[in-house]
């Protein structure tokens, strides 16, 4: 199987965000020595320009692809780092759904927590919990129907047991968030999109066909 990668949203339009935003905020810098004080507008003007210098650098740090995958498995990019799932560490992906609404990622249901939290870095585990904290919330929320239970839930044990590892610290918050997210949702690890309902589902459905093809052909 060949290289295929999946393009991101986030990183597109970046450099022409810049580009505007530099010869907007140049412009301004000429008008200085044509008016002798600034009013409002001009302050309002360079604080616009600035934020977008800074809003084009952020998407042209994103990584251009966010997935790809090969006969050995599929990797998801971040700005702070990437994770890996081979082939027969996870059963499929699909669209995950809180009370009947589809949400805008797409998720994995697992089978093997060491392959992928083995190779998780800690600082993109940190990222990932803060980005995903309010999913996380709502899907405590979703299971809790006294309403009562989601501060118990909300505290993640300081230790993680799987049959071959121990997991302590980020690592092991991770993966209680893990199993806390499939019981809620069905899904273990979560990726946002940029998608339309149907393309998330046609990706999901690409994953799916090249898992299946991959094992297939490793087992023959």
Known sequence: MQLNQIQGGASRGGAALML????????????????????????????????????????????????QYDEKGLRYFHRRGSWFLPWNSFLYSGVPQLEQKKLSYIAFKLTDYDSFLQGLPL??????????????????????????????????????????????????????????????TGFDIFVPVELSEADALNLCKQINQARLQCIQNTVT
């Open 123 to 184: 600082r993109l585990a940190v990222r990932i919990m803060t980005e995903q904290r309010a999913l996380y919330v709502e899907a405590i929320r979703q299971g809790c129907n006294s309403g009562q239970c989601a501060s118990e839930l909300l505290a993640e044990g300081e230790n993680f047991n799987t049959a071959n590892q121990q997991y302590n610290g980020i690592k092991a918050a991770f993966a209680h968030r893990m199993q806390r997210l499939v019981n809620a």
């Open 20 to 67: 505007g935003s530099g010869t907007i905020l140049l412009l301004l810098l000429l008008s200085v020595l044509w008016v002798e004080q600034l009013n409002v507008l001009h302050a309002l003007a360079f604080v616009m320009a600035a934020l977008g210098l800074f809003a084009g650098w952020a998407k042209l740090s994103e990584p251009a692809y966010f997935l």
